[in-house]
């Protein structure tokens, strides 16, 4: 079974510009979430996707929007692009339906650069 | 709120001796799941475990075993045999079942397995 993918893996972008990233979630995986890394503040949760319906939101600003399609895939945004976005962005999928707790399955990554 | 907390922010090991990284976690939600992440340099982040908060063995896979105690909150993993290739960062996480269902991480421990 394939793993998670992310598109693309490496990005440059400048301030004010915006930025789209895509993340194909395991076939059968309906949850889909999207997480920040960087060296200061570790790993922090963006949002969560299941059935096309964002579920949950973490704490960033609406310059961070995403959205979920009917066939799973997701992609997330920022807008006005700001140097504190550089960061690694890793999306996971889940077998997540209703309750419990089933692990997460991470993509690679894509890492972002802002100039 | 849910709190993980790691003190350990790197951590040397033998080769083929065994290792354990610290993890402490803090929710008053009774239902949760306890997670152990590697993430190598390539930044992927590889499942490695799961615990849920209501089973009563620890969790086993493989060489990764979950030192579970739940009145002391804690999840600690241990790594049998440690090999080279586990030479990475080590995230532990833990999810609740009810409400928000993101996943919380901890700082990290850098594992260095030497030969």
Known sequence: ?115 | AQKITQTQPGMFVQEKEAVTLDCTYDTSDPSYGLFWYKQPSSGEMIFLIYQGSYDQQNATEGRYSLNFQKARKSANLVISASQLGDSAMYFCAMRITTGRRALTFGSGTRLQVQP
Not at chain 1, 88 to 96: E, G
Request: glycine share 12%; charged share 15%.
């Open chain 1, 1 to 115: 079974k394939a793993g998670v993918t992310q598109t693309p893996r490496y990005l440059i972008k400048t301030r004010g510009q915006q930025v789209t990233l895509s993340c194909s979630p395991i076939s059968g995986h309906r949850s889909v979430s999207w997480y920040q890394q960087t060296p200061g503040q570790g790993l922090q949760f963006l949002f969560e996707y299941f059935s096309e319906t964002q579920r949950n939101k973490g704490n960033f600003p609406g310059r961070f929007s995403g959205r979920q399609f009917s066939n799973s895939r997701s992609e997330m945004n920022v807008s006005t692009l700001e140097l504190g976005d550089s960061a690694l962005y890793l999306c996971a999928s889940s077998p997540l339906t209703s309750g419990g707790v089933y692990e997460q399955y991470f993509g690679p990554g894509t890492r972002l650069t802002v100039t």
